[in-house]
């Protein structure tokens, strides 16, 4: 940062000694030149710019007097060696900044795109400078100005550095949570059952929003909305708040009582003899509601209260159970049954038919249209209203004594005729083409009957002839109804059968007699070519035998046999050569090769040889530890041998793979399978390669906290207890020693000086024992001590002889 500061103090001073021009150097003149010139070498007058020859970067300029100066071009700058350097190359700008000269202006260092300069001329990245704070990123416009964009759900603060959670800004009350949208938006939800309330963040109860009078209770559903739910018997007002008694609400008027279900609904109960209207709240006299008209009285029910109406005779109630109508115009029988008129009898009314009409099928009908005469005419008696038919000419009366039939019709006359009638007589004569076969008209073409040929009818009288198909070689027989083939009466295979008949293309009914195809004539008749040559094959090769080919026999190796390079038929099987499979023979009796596919064996690509898949598969070679086996099903493959498990596409040993841990040895199951077992005194761990000392696992459960007790195993078992630490005994629960517990343990003192024989220490074991304090006895084991200035040994048993351990 110093270069710069440098640099820049040098070049203004270099530019405010030097400017407007540098070098002024004055040339020396002998005598009077011009003005601008000066003399050469030479001494002769020349132009003092010529003279004076400035460098690069600069111009030649004459003051008043005419004398030459070197001028640097604008950009440029004198150096103290008289040159002319562009101005940048004179600064020296901050790694990050760029030498920027305008014109008619001194170079300045401005800083590169995305930097700024400092109080001390340095260029810093502006994204340093801008140093956000929180969850925002730097980012630079096209100018390179920074500015802090924050991350999805913050927002930037007023100091444009920081960026602050959304949520931590909406900052929601309790009951509430903080959420963001998609954009990052924060904005409080309220927990279900409360709602949000206009500031936006606090969120209130429902049912203390809902404010429940009395005899009402505040509930919510599943989503949290709030509703009053009055007690039984109340309901809930318009303001969705109030509840008020139903019997209030309902209101009855006289001769009625409110009353309310087990729903707590209220509904007005009149009294017998009333009926509620449809206010729900009036009861009014069922009589008073009945209002029995005139010809009719009105009656309650004494149990029911019900009222009803009774019509006078002759008289019958309607429909609305209050009209009582004359039973005549009920009947109406102008509308029910047209054509009729009403009778009165025995309380009810009847409707009659009128003169000339007669009921039918519940309708009173013309008795001419109920006669309904067909073919006739129709006529009434004028008395008896009764109708009768006449029939038009040719028609017949038939017994119904409505119907006239046409007498062709009666006629009955049989298909394929037509009826005729005469002097009112029918008759049925056959339609041209058909003639008479007893009682009907048959078919010219049916009656003749043609066999093999095509019948035809003469046009005029329709009778019937026979075409035989000449070019089917087909001729007609002299009973001129039948067609025979030619072939049939030359009877070629009368005499023998392997004879056949043969038409002349152009002629089909010119046949002759041949051999069938593979026979030929032989001693008169038409024998089979085979039977002729065969003799002639079997003494050739007795595997040899005839073919007809091209209706000749020939002689040649029989079915399952080939020509072998002797000349002789070979069996084909023996020719192909199979190894290592079977030889088939196809129906032609070609020889072919197959493998006991069952058993694994595949044919190879010379068509002979069978080779087991496993050879091919190679297992051994490819892993030592695998071997082949084949099914069926999946083909052949490369299981692992026992013991030994897939990894890594090698076939490794199971116990490799087991990784049992310390304290532990690996074995295998009969299926091959690893599995750890641990050293006793150890617990195999859930993840199966693990032991753990059993004394650490009981420690960890319960572990041993008695007065000199530690963790011990069995050494048989390696179960785990807690057992007393060496040289220590249990007693009554507590571990003890021996030697400090007289109760337990003694050695006894010397009777005469109260002195101790012996002194109690403990084995390895930690049972107690007495050492003698002085010597053994040799024969009994007892301690011996010695008494000063007597020559005899006194001699005194201890608790135990010396020699012998106590038990524990």
């Not at 000694?17 to 070498?41: F, N």
């Not at 009955?412 to 339609?431: D, H, I, Q, R, W």
């Not at 807690?722 to 021996?738: E, F, I, L, Q, S």
């Amino acid at each position: 940062m110093g270069r710069l500061v440098l640099a820049a103090a040098l070049l203004a001073l270099m530019l405010s000694a030097c400017a407007p021009m540098a070098a002024a150097i004055r040339l020396p003149t002998s005598g009077a030149c011009p003005w601008g010139k000066g003399r050469d070498v030479s001494g002769n007058c020349a132009d003092t710019c010529a003279l004076r020859n400035c460098g690069a970067n600069s111009r030649c300029l004459k003051d008043e007097a005419g004398w030459a100066n070197c001028v640097c071009l604008r950009g440029f700058q004198l150096l103290p060696n008289a040159s002319c350097a562009h101005s940048c190359a004179i600064l020296v700008c901050d790694v990050h900044a760029t030498c920027v000269k305008e014109e008619d202006s001194l170079a300045t260092c401005v800083c590169n795109w995305g930097y700024a300069m400092t109080p001390d001329n340095g260029c810093v990245d502006t994204c340093v400078l801008k140093s956000c704070v929180g969850n925002g990123t730097c980012q630079k416009d096209v100018n390179g100005t920074a500015s802090c964009v924050c991350g999805w759900g913050s927002t930037l603060q007023l100091d444009k550095r920081t960026c602050a959670d959304n949520c931590e800004i909406q900052s929601c009350g309790a009951n509430g949570q903080c959420q963001k949208d998609a954009a990052g938006a924060a904005s409080c939800v309220c927990d279900t059952g409360y709602t949000l309330q206009s500031d936006g963040r606090t969120c209130k109860d429902n049912c203390e929003i809902q404010s429940c009078g009395a005899n009402g209770q505040c509930q919510k559903d599943a989503a949290g909305a709030a509703s009053c739910v009055c007690d039984t018997g109340y309901t809930l007002q318009s303001d969705g708040r109030t509840c008020k008694d139903n019997c209030e609400i309902q209101s009855c008027g006289a001769n009625g009582q409110c009353q309310k279900d087990a729903a707590g609904a209220a509904s007005c109960a009149c009294d017998t003899g009333y009926t509620l209207q449809s206010d729900g709240r009036t009861c009014k006299d069922n009589c008073e509601i009945q209002s029995c008209g005139a010809n009719g009285q009105c009656y309650k029910n004494e149990t029911t209260g019900e009222a009803f109406c009774v019509c006078d005779d002759y008289y019958v109630l309607q429909g609305d159970g209050r009209t009582c109508t004359d039973i005549c115009i009920v009947k109406d029988c102008a509308v029910s049954l047209p054509n009729s008129h009403c009778v009165k009898a025995n309380l009810t009314a009847t409707c009659e038919c009128n003169k000339k009409f007669a009921l039918s099928e519940g309708t009173c009908h013309d008795t001419c249209e109920l006669k309904a005469c067909v073919n006739g005419t129709c006529s009434q008696d004028e008395e008896t209203g009764e109708a009768s038919c006449a029939c038009y000419p040719d028609f017949e009366l038939q017994s119904d004594n409505r119907t006239c039939i046409d007498i062709c019709v009666l006629a009955n006359c049989t298909a394929n005729s037509y009826c005729v009638k005469e002097a009112g007589k029918p008759t049925c004569p056959c339609l041209k083409g058909f003639d008479k076969s007893g009682d009907l008209c048959v078919d010219t073409c049916e009656l003749k009957g043609c066999v093999d040929g095509e019948c035809f009818k003469y046009e005029e009288t329709g009778a019937a002839y026979c075409v035989c198909n000449a070019t089917a070689g087909l001729a007609l027989l002299p009973d001129e109804t039948t067609c025979q083939d030619a072939c049939t009466t030359a009877a070629c295979d009368d005499n023998d059968a392997n004879r056949e008949c043969i038409r002349n293309p152009e002629n089909p009914a010119d046949v002759r007699c041949e051999c069938k195809t593979n026979y030929t004539m032989f001693e008169g008749k038409c024998t089979d070519v085979c039977v002729i040559k065969e003799p002639d094959c079997a003494s050739a090769d007795v595997n040899s035998t005839c073919y007809k080919r091209g209706g000749q026999g020939v002689c040649d190796c029989k079915e399952g046999y080939a020509l072998s390079e002797d000349g002789k038929c070979t069996d084909t099987c023996d020719l192909k050569g199979c190894v290592g499979g079977t030889c088939n023979k196809y129906l032609d009796g070609m020889a072919y090769c197959s493998c006991d596919a069952d058993a694994g064996f595949v044919l190879l690509a010379d068509q002979l040889t069978c080779e087991h898949v496993c050879i091919s598969k190679n297992c051994e070679a490819n892993d030592p530890n695998s071997y082949c086996t084949w099914t069926r099903e999946n083909g052949a493959s490369c299981p692992c041998q026992l013991k030994f498990q897939e990894s890594a596409g090698k076939c490794t040993d199971t116990c490799e793979l087991q990784k049992c841990g310390e304290h532990s040895e690996c074995q295998y199951h009969d299926d091959g399978s690893a599995y750890c077992v641990c050293d006793t005194g150890f617990t195999l761990q859930p993840d199966g390669v693990t032991c753990k000392d059993n004394c650490a696992i009981l420690m960890e459960s319960a572990p041993c906290t008695g007065v000199n007790e530690q963790c011990g195993t069995d050494p048989t078992t390696g179960v785990a207890s807690c057992v007393c630490k060496p040289y220590y005994h249990r007693n009554a629960g507590t571990c003890v020693n021996k030697c400090f517990e007289p109760v337990l343990f003694h050695c006894k003192d010397d009777k005469k000086t109260g002195l101790p024989l012996a002194e109690c220490v403990r084995r390895v074991d930690g049972n107690p024992f007495c050492m003698c304090e002085e010597k053994v006895d040799p024969k009994t084991g007892n301690c011996i001590v010695v008494i000063p200035g007597s020559p005899d040994q006194d001699y005194v048993n201890a608790t135990w002889p010396a020699a012998t351990w106590p038990a524990p």
